[in-house]
């Protein structure tokens, strides 16, 4: 009964802090659909106020635009009340779940015990049955073989007989029916029998009889007042945790009432004005006086002189667009002079930024960029080099955007980056039959360790006059020839990472820099050859270009 009481008086108390946390619940949405809702009205009235344009400058003006800031604040303070409520029924709502996990597990506790405990009693009421029925049977077979030795003695019987009374003759005189006929020596020995299955059914009594006894007093001087404690220390702790709740919440809800009286009303009127005083700060014939002036100056004399022409000024971008710089299809010479510069600025700009993005990116210039992404680095290359800023672009969020829109401008130069007249030269130096032989980046046979006077001979020739060849070069053209192959001499550097050696970007730049004639037969082995010499150019580029 009295574990009973304290499970009902825990469960009341679980139920109070339910109860509780459905109105924090409750309570934090009235306070945020408040906070929103006033939060809502005050911003529309602020962007009211600044579409109007109306009394900018006056009393009024001023004192209804705090009053309606005042109102933005009084939403914060509701919407963070709003968020401790939510935190507080969260946290109480866990809590609870926890402590009816406990109650659980001690109810469980105690109903194992009782169950276990009327097994035992249901399994000695049946042992004590069997031992009062094995001993009624052992009495009945005591009965019959003494009244079958009396019928054998009868003068001793006699006398014996007269010691009994009646009634005690009459309970016994109808229980021998079933033995009826029997010898004596069959009587005494179903009687031996029928004593020893009565002395076991009493050691098994007796038996389940301790054991029971021990679990009882186990439970009941034990388990139970164990279990009792527990269930009362769950109730009290559960008070008291609500009480803290109850006290948490009031001391919120108190903080947050203060809060919006100190925003309507400052204690320090250092922190600004409250909402009255605000209010009492409005000078309407102040206000009037000076819309009045303002009016006044506004409408002025009339000015009765001509009316000067004033130019249209263009934003930046349409003068870009209305005088545009291009440099794509326009020949090398051309852009430079009329930049002004010594190499064109998008070699300049997308040079620097692979030097500083995409150095270590595998497969640069291999790789292809973004169709739209090249094309609108294309577009605002066209239009003013100088203006591209690649370090802000979006552009180059792939650094492989900045490569294509470089290999594009190299590919579209008219006449080539190198004309033919020094291109076919310098490519007579790499002739057909030299392709397929075994070389080395020079193209020169390393089949056998040592290298001969004559091949170092014919590698300086061809040093020589590959350096000849470039210094016969237009300066515009061999300025930006010496300032390509020098950065790509730095990507290379990077191998290790880019996986660009001398090889991978003579295939990529041979047919841009030396594009091939209109030759449809020997497109192939023009290509082959252009890569043989960007790359020999790539591999020797300081002894090359020192010449130069």
Not at 369 to 391: H, I, M, W, Y
Not at 509 to 529: H, K, Y
Request: charged letters at 25%; a neutral charge.
């Amino acid at each position: 009964g009295g574990l009973a009481m304290l499970l009902e008086r825990s469960r009341q108390s679980l139920n109070s802090c339910k109860e509780t946390v459905v109105f924090l619940k409750s309570r934090a949405k009235v306070e945020e659909d408040y906070g929103r809702s006033l939060q809502k009205v005050a911003q529309s009235t602020l962007k009211m106020i600044d579409r109007s344009g109306n009394h900018s400058q006056s009393t009024q003006q001023a004192a209804w635009q705090r009053l309606v800031e005042v109102h933005e604040t009084l939403a914060s303070n509701r919407m963070k009340f709003s968020i401790t409520l939510s935190e507080m029924s969260d946290y109480l709502s866990n809590y609870v779940k926890a402590k009816e996990s406990v109650r659980r597990r001690l109810k469980e506790t105690e109903q194992r015990y009782q169950k276990a405990i009327e097994e035992l009693e249901t399994s000695l009421e049946k042992a004590r049955a069997k031992y009062e029925m094995q001993s009624i049977e052992w009495e009945k077979l005591l009965v019959k073989t003494s009244k079958t030795e009396n019928s054998s003695n009868p003068g001793t019987m006699q006398s014996s007989a007269m010691s009994k009374t009646k009634n005690v003759s009459n309970a016994v005189s109808g229980i021998f029916g079933k033995h009826k006929g029997m010898t004596q020596e069959s009587l005494e020995r179903l009687g031996q029998e029928a004593g020893v299955k009565t002395k076991m059914a009493n050691e098994s009594y007796k038996r389940i009889l301790q054991q029971t006894n021990t679990m009882r007093r186990d439970f009941y001087d034990v388990q139970l007042p164990k279990i009792l404690a527990s269930v009362m220390g769950l109730v009290e702790e559960v008070d008291q945790f609500l009480k803290f709740s109850l006290g948490k919440y009031a001391y919120t809800y108190e903080s947050a009432v203060l809060a919006d009286a100190i925003t309507l009303k400052p204690i320090d009127m250092a922190a600004g004005p409250g909402m009255v005083e605000m209010v009492g700060d409005i000078d309407s014939k102040a206000d009037l006086d000076a819309y009045l002036q303002a009016a006044a100056k506004a409408g002025g004399r009339v000015n009765r002189a001509s009316i000067p022409y004033r130019e249209y000024e263009m934003s930046a971008i349409a003068r870009l667009y209305a005088n545009p710089k291009h440099i794509f299809g326009v020949p090398l010479d051309v852009q430079l002079e009329r930049d002004h510069h010594q190499v064109p600025m998008i070699l300049a700009k997308c040079t620097e930024a692979v030097e500083t993005y995409g150095l270590q990116n595998e497969g640069i210039y291999r790789q292809s960029g973004q169709s739209s992404q090249v094309n609108k680095l294309r577009t605002e290359f066209d239009l003013d080099a100088e203006q591209v800023d690649l370090s802000t672009s979006s552009c180059v969020s792939d650094i492989n955007n900045v490569a294509s829109v470089l290999k594009m401008y190299l590919r579209e130069l008219p006449g080539g980056l190198v004309p033919p007249a020094q291109r076919s030269v310098m490519l007579s130096y790499f002739p057909t039959d030299e392709l397929d032989s075994n070389g080395d980046a020079n193209g020169y046979d390393t089949a056998h360790a040592n290298y001969n006077r004559d091949q170092d001979l014919a590698l300086a020739q061809k040093i020589s006059g590959l350096a000849d060849a470039i210094r016969s070069l237009p300066a515009p053209h061999k300025n930006t020839l010496a300032f390509l192959f020098a950065h790509l001499d730095k990507v290379q550097a990077f191998q290790e990472f880019n996986m660009m050696n001398s090889e991978n970007l003579s295939i990529v730049f041979g047919p841009t820099i030396f594009p091939t004639v209109n030759d449809p037969a020997n497109a192939a082995l023009d290509i082959r050859r252009s890569a043989k010499l960007v790359k020999f150019i790539l591999d020797n580029r300081r002894p090359i270009f020192e010449a130069v």
